[in-house]
């Protein structure tokens, strides 16, 4: 089975200043991963999925970039943090049909202030 | 595209009553139908799922039913407990790639 980890868990940022979260897989290869962002009490919101090495789908435009520079890692960037980034950010990653569907990591608690 | 609706979003019972989540689809060609359950501050973890080549399954005091005439799906929890209580998010997809498009939530409350 696979583990999807996740750091921070917790991160305040300033306005204006870059944020870079990582998410590696362990226990199986070439995965999809996924970014998503989940503001309060709200739904899930599909931000980049990547389907292999350097192949990124972005769902929503704004101010966050993504980038898979190997098989196991995704990461999650901005240049610069609006207010309005802030949120609860989960990676996932799917094995396939026989995979048993997504598996979320512990998820980053992001506060831009 | 693909369109999820969940219902209700915040539902309460009481202890050991039964609680039902609903969702419907819009793409009759989605094929696979999975439960998530997320805990406060914590990842959604996988809880129970099916195919459309099914019409119900149970996992101990959860199981999900799927009507693909009136495309929706359900999630039935049975003999609630206090660790029950946590956001349900449903799903659907279709195709190879198995994106999934997620409903917006139930919020399960189980009162002691």
């Known amino acids: 089975s696979q583990t999807i980890h996740q750091w921070p868990a917790t991160l305040v940022q300033p306005v204006g200043s870059p944020l870079s979260l990582e998410c590696t897989v362990e226990g199986t290869s070439n995965p999809n991963l996924y970014w998503y962002r989940q503001a309060a009490g709200r739904g899930l919101q599909l931000l980049f999925y990547?389907?292999?090495?350097?192949?990124i789908s972005s769902e929503v435009p704004q101010n966050l970039s993504a980038s898979r520079p190997q098989d196991r890692q995704f990461i999650l960037s901005s240049k610069k943090l609006l207010l309005s980034d802030s949120g609860f950010y989960l990676c996932?990653?799917?094995?396939?049909?026989?995979?048993?569907?997504?598996?979320f990591g512990s998820g980053t608690r992001l506060t831009v202030v | 595209g693909e369109n999820v609706e969940q219902h209700p979003s915040t539902l309460s019972v009481q202890e050991g009553d039964s609680a039902v989540i609903k969702c419907t689809y819009s793409d009759s060609a989605s094929n696979y139908f999975p439960w998530y359950k997320q805990e406060l501050g914590k990842g959604p973890q996988l809880i129970i799922d099916i195919r459309s080549n099914v019409g119900e399954k149970k996992d101990q005091r959860i199981a999900v039913t799927l009507n693909k005439t009136a495309k929706h799906f359900s999630l039935h929890i049975t003999e609630t407990q206090p660790e029950d209580s946590a956001v349900y998010f449903c799903?659907?997809?279709?195709?190879?790639?198995?994106?999934?498009?997620w409903g917006a939530g139930t919020k399960l409350i189980i009162k002691p």
């Open positions: 990547s389907i292999g090495i350097d192949q």
């Open positions: 799903a659907a997809s279709k195709g190879s790639n198995y994106q999934l498009i």
């Open positions: 996932a990653g799917f094995l396939g049909a026989r995979g048993g569907g997504y598996t």
